[in-house]
């Protein structure tokens, strides 16, 4: 029974990933969450710019609707967080703090400080 259950929530069950990716490595956290891992994705105030690629569901432009983004998403949780700001960069850090895996595609140093 155990393997069964294994198999169901997948090889990467209990792994927590946290994603600050852009349009293309949104695919490395949909594979892995598809693999049960626990995927986080952090999105700007406003929402992740994956949001406004279309098409767009009954072709209402709209952020909220965006096909690209629930077809590279789906699995996630995500949070908002505007790493500008100390108290949301403190955040950050306590999320990466309980993280098994940090997968990011920021430019270089963005993600510093």
């Known amino acids: 029974m155990a393997a069964q259950d ?7 069950s209990g792994i927590r990933v946290v994603e600050v990716a852009d349009e293309q490595a949104e695919y490395c956290g949909l594979t892995l969450a598809g693999l ?6 952090v999105e700007p105030p406003g ?10 569901f009954e072709d209402c432009e709209d952020p909220e609707r965006s096909l690209f983004f629930w077809q590279y998403n789906r699995g996630k949780r995500s949070i908002v967080l505007d790493l500008k700001q100390a108290e949301d960069r ?11 895996v940090l997968l990011e595609s920021t430019p270089r140093g963005e993600l510093e400080g």
Request: proline letters at 9%; aromatic letters at 6%; charged letters at 35%.
């Open 36 to 41: 049960g891992a626990d995927v986080v994705k």
């Open 90 to 100: 403190d955040r950050f850090r306590s999320l990466v703090a309980t993280a098994d």
């Open 47 to 56: 929402g992740s710019p994956t949001r406004r690629i279309g098409p767009f």
């Open 6 to 12: 294994e198999r169901k929530r997948g090889p990467l």
